[in-house]
């Protein structure tokens, strides 16, 4: 450990929270191994400089997104402005810490990037400085969007309406509805997006992944073997577990609500199911409706987050309510914007985990052993949430949408019923495997130090 002492490694994390998280997390684990952390940040979706860790040194990306850019529904626009804008401050400011670079003992190791940030390539590049690309999903996931020109070639892509209960047979127990879409975007400029995404890897020092083998083993053999047999892959995962304890509002965009633990200290053991979909997924009024009356027909409290912008045309969460739904519910109901998650999922109260199954909400609930009902919406979630359901069986799927009385059966399957100890059962084990996994001796406890061996190899 001492010999990584002063060693400098850059992380660059793409700017939305799913992405943040990790990455943040991947620079606490590194520099409690003795490497000294410059982060990059752009100046859309800053980090919040009160909760910024005092051990690192922050460098802010400038780029000039307008107001309508930044308004984009269609996320792969968003992602090719913020790829061209970026280029030059990063260029400018990766010159500036490697021109520093020159006076001290100890030179930058690496930068650490996000494979849909495929500027940093080049870049990186033309300093020859390595760059190794953590990718923030799944390693589940990561296989089925390296296997994309396969997809298309076999005629899985575009994915057709008509088929999607169709089994994707190269990719048990994958169906066509599973396959990563993303909503309000081109599927052509998806696919071009993804096979760029696919394609960084390959020209990096490594790839790394918040996974652990015991849970994704087998889609880490795939992509070692079949994708990228030529460049070290890591997987240390769950990386919130990993590296030293620090509290999750160190990493929030937005402030969260701390309210959620003292209502949850006046809740029974395991009664609570706890909703949130992440920083992106939205729905409309009419499925809003569904929620809350699902959630209030199942009889369990319920800890909802309805963050601002997850009801389409509705910004008020109160205003999206029927009248008088909440004071019917009297204490049985707590809602709030944003939520300190891993210490709400780390709470005896929390019975269940309503999600739409983002990497990081899937593996924060399997760490705490928490059973999972998936109502994935985009991208990787399908994926996630069909090993959730049907691979690991540590949850319930929404299969056919959002309807109330569907919502109300699953949640009392779960919570309730007698089908849901196994579940819950399975939930704890696969808990345990994660914790062993970062025991000296497992899986994760491993590849760090390898990881850490291979960044001094630089
Ligand atoms: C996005 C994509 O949706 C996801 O599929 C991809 O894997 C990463 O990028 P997001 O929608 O934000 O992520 O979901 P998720 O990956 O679950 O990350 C959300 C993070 O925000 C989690 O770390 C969670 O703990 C945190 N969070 C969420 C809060 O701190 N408070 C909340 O109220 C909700």
Known sequence: MEQSKGR???????????????????ANILHSKGFS???????????????????FTYHSIPVDLTETEVSFKDFTVLLSILNAKCVEPFRECLSGLLSDDVNLE?????????????????????????RIVLRTGGAASFAVYAAFPLLKEKGYLPISDSRLE??????????????????????????QLITNMTNEPKSSHGLIFNTFEDLEGQALATIRQEYYPNI??????PF?????????SSTSLQSQDQSCISWLNTQAPKSVAY???????????????????????SGQPFLWVVRPGLVQ???LHDQALPNGFLEALNERAHIVKWAPQKEVLAHPAVGAFWTHCGWNSTLESICEGVPMICTPYFSDQMVDARFVSDVWKVGLQLEHGIERGEVERTIRRLMVEKEGEEIKERALKLMEKANLSLKEGGSSYQSLDDLVNHILSL
């Open 8 to 26: 400098r490694v850059i992380l660059f994390p793409l700017p939305f929270q799913g992405h943040i998280n990790p990455m943040l997390e991947l």
């Open 37 to 55: 952390i410059a982060i990059l940040h752009t100046n859309f979706n800053s980090l919040n400089p009160s909760t910024r860790n005092p051990n």
């Open 106 to 130: 100890n030179p930058i190791a690496c930068l650490i990037s996000d494979p849909l940030f495929n500027f940093t390539r080049s870049v990186a590049e033309s300093f020859k400085l390595p």
């Open 166 to 191: 169709e089994p994707v047979t190269e990719l048990s127990p994958i169906k066509l509805k599973d396959l990563p879409m993303m909503p309000n975007c081109d599927p052509e400029d998806f696919y």
């Open 232 to 237: 070290p892959i890591f997987s240390l995962g």
């Open 240 to 248: 919130h577990k990993c590296g030293p304890t620090t509290s999750s």
């Open 275 to 297: 909703v949130s979909f992440g920083s992106a997924a939205r729905i409309d009024h009419a499925q809003f409706l569904e929620i809350a009356w699902g959630l209030a027909n």
């Open 313 to 315: 045309q509705s910004e």
